[in-house]
Structure formats: C-alpha cells, structure tokens
Nanobody, 122 residues
Framework: QVQLVESGGGLVQAGGSLRLSCAAS????????MGWYRQAPGKQRELVTF???????NYADSVKGRVTISRDNAKNMVFLQMNRLKPEDTAVYYC????????????????WGSGTQVTVSS
C-alpha cells in the first residue's frame, strides 16, 4: 500500500507563487511517472503536469510557462512550483503516482493523495 501526502497549498494573491510538495511512503518497488492534477468546484479533475523517470515533462496549456514540476527520487517526493498564479488556478491539487509494487512488479498501480487546497484571490 502506498500513501501520497500533499502539502504547500494555501491562499495567495494573483501573481503570487506557491510550491506544492508530495511525499510518497509505504511499500513499493519503484515510483514511475508522477504528476499533479487539480479539480475546481463543479469541474472535472484535470491533469496539470507529469514527470517521468527519465525526466520528461508535460504541462497543460493553461499552466505552461508558469509552473515547473520536479522530483527527488532519493526522497520519494515530487514538487510543483507555481508562479504568476491566476484566480482560475484555484482548485484542490492532487498528487498522483504510478507505482510498481514489490509484490506485483509487472503492472503499474495508480495512487492518489487526498489533495491540498490552492486559492488564488484577485
């Protein structure tokens, strides 16, 4: 079983910055692709960004140029640096990880954190 815990959310004014963190713990063989999703009230959960083991990244058009995803494999953590935040960035941000388990290394399993609230005021 794998646990993902997000932190770093909060209230920030438009144009400000936040740095989100996600820590993975539990029993697993390897963390593969990790990413960040967000869900605004009444909206579908959407992918913000992800990063692969090889360091390849992808960003949603809505955040491209304003956010940077990074990971620290030694600490089993992934981060999301967000700059020039906009009110439309307001959402609950969720950490996601694709994981190879120790008992089943042939398949990836997806795990989710419980989310951290980001609120951007104008």
């Amino acid at each position: 079983q794998v646990q993902l815990v997000e932190s770093g959310g909060g209230l920030v004014q438009a144009g400000g910055s936040l740095r989100l963190s996600c820590a993975a713990s539990g029993s697993f063989f390897r963390l593969n692709t990790m990413g960040w999703y967000r869900q605004a009230p009444g909206k579908q959960r959407e992918l913000v960004t992800f990063i692969t083991n090889s360091g390849n990244t992808n960003y949603a058009d809505s955040v491209k140029g304003r956010v940077t995803i990074s990971r620290d494999n030694a600490k089993n953590m992934v981060f999301l640096q967000m700059n020039r935040l906009k009110p439309e960035d307001t959402a609950v941000y969720y950490c996601n990880a694709r994981v190879l388990l120790r008992q089943d290394r042939s398949n990836e399993y997806a795990y989710w954190g419980s989310g951290t609230q980001v609120t951007v005021s104008s």
